[in-house]
């Protein structure tokens, strides 16, 4: 850690203590007996650093068991749309605008709230939100490319166009409210909307969510991992079936919820901890794409990950299973529905309505068919790779470099490192702005360009390397059936 960075988490330690003095105030607490302490935490929990999973989150204080109530919430120290706009001037506001939806209203009442500085009586809350987010609303046509899968590159554009539309709603309703540069400009909405997106939790009295100070530091773990999830799936025919039920519906999806008898948020652990390490929350089951999305991150390793390759139109026809049924799972084998239906499509037509409940049931059909089922998908992953710009290999030399970029001392520096990457990395430098031969040290801008650029890369090296590993499950299977 440099010096200014050091200076940087001093006076963001300062800001924390602030801020668990406000949430105490407000009735937060870690402890069975909240009156006792002048701060919200400091019984079960402690903020932390995590610097590989989340960065800032929650430490175990002590051994937590699964299922202790680790935190409650008053619903007073909720951050709603209702709570904001006690203010009049903002309730009429709001009042005069119907159509928007719950949404954009909570982020014009949190905007609205930050233009208010250290008059909020939410600023020492404020002051600790991220001031810039990495979810797909805020991905450039750079990093968005970078991602290098159709569907991908579809779910940034959508998500910026998404975010666009909504802003230019909701502007009329900004202007009245006088918000100011930059909480006006497309910029403080990506902002906003990031905030809420990545932070907010359900409540049933709001569709937009709620701010939730303190629940909102807990970092995330997927769903999935525990393998109480494997019971009660012991009788089903085959693994297929027992990896998606598993993923889909036998886990607890979160672990916090706004219970009414405590009138309050409470949080629970889903699993023990010993002292000292990261409590963790299942936000809910998501695969990469739908974590940078909502959240601007992804897992390494993720369980619940699903892969989508194109298919034929016709494979569609044949078989009643949902598009988004048809995937690979992360470990490479291609999910149940998926297999099911290349199954029957690899049936000849005059067979298909006689056997259609044995593929329906997840049976093999015969073993020639199985052979060529595995084999089309072998040679669909190996062409879908052929024909991707860069080899996972150079995305993990690339990934290796990115990662050592905001170490360099100078723009200069990196230029020297980058003619490996040439091509790729001149976009970046034109999509940042900058001239290879700048003497600058990178600034928070470019700094959040590399964090969305990396983002990318990893999560197109995670797709690449599920093809391969299908590519490996179909051929073991092809070679013990034809052994
Ligand atoms: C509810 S906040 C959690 C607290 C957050 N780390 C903070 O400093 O305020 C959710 C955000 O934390 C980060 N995060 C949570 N879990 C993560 C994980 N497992 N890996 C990487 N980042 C994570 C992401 O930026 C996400 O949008």
Known sequence: MNH???????QEEEEVKRFL?????????????????????????A?????????????????????????????????????????ETLSLALKAHPSLSPAQLFTVCLLYEMSKGKASPWHPYLLLLPRSYTTLAAFGEF?????????????????????????????????????KHPLLTFRGWIWATGTISSRTLHIPWDEAGCLCPVGDLFNYAAPGEDVNGYENVDNLQNDYAKDDLDTNHFQRLTDA???ADAAAYCFYAKQNYKMGEQVLLSYGTYTNLELLEHYGFLLEDNPNEKVF????????????????????????????????????????????????????SGSQLSQGNEISVMKWIAKKCHAILKDMPTSIEEDKSLLSFIEKMEDFD?????????????????????????????????????????????????????????????????TDIINSLSG
Not at 66 to 86: D, N, W, Y
Not at 440 to 456: C, N
């Open 309 to 360: 390759i194109p298919l034929e139109l016709d494979i569609h026809c044949f078989s009643s299973w949902p598009k988004d049924s048809l995937y690979i799972h992360q470990n490479g084998r291609p999910s149940f529905a998926l297999t099911s239906a290349l199954r029957l499509w690899a049936t000849p037509p005059y067979q298909r309505k006689s056997i259609g409940h044995l593929a329906y």
């Open 4 to 10: 200014s960075d050091a200076r940087a988490r001093g």
């Open 143 to 179: 990093e968005t490319q970078a991602l290098q899968v159709d569907y991908a590159v579809w779910a940034a554009h959508k998500a910026v166009s998404k975010a666009e539309y909504e802003w230019k709603q909701a502007s009329t309703l900004m202007k009245e409210l006088k918000l």
């Open 257 to 259: 919820a706004y219970e």
């Open 410 to 474: 100078n723009l200069w520096e990196w230029g020297k490192a980058a003619s490996a990457f040439g091509g790729e990395f001149c976009k970046f430098l034109k999509a940042s702005g900058l001239k290879s031969d700048d003497e600058l040290i990178p600034s928070g801008r470019t700094k959040m360009l590399i964090d969305r650029w990396k983002l990318a890369v990893q999560w197109r090296r995670i797709y690449k390397k599920v093809l391969v590993d299908c590519i490996s499950h179909c």
């Open 47 to 87: 903020v932390s650093y995590f610097p590989d999973s989340g960065g800032r989150g929650l430490a175990a204080l002590r051994p937590i068991s699964k299922g202790e109530l680790l935190l409650r919430v008053p619903k007073s120290a909720l951050i709603t749309t209702h709570s904001l706009s006690k203010d």
């Open 21 to 45: 003095k406000l949430a105490a105030g407000l009735g937060v607490s870690d402890s069975e007996n909240p009156e006792s302490s002048c701060s919200s935490l400091g019984h079960s929990l």
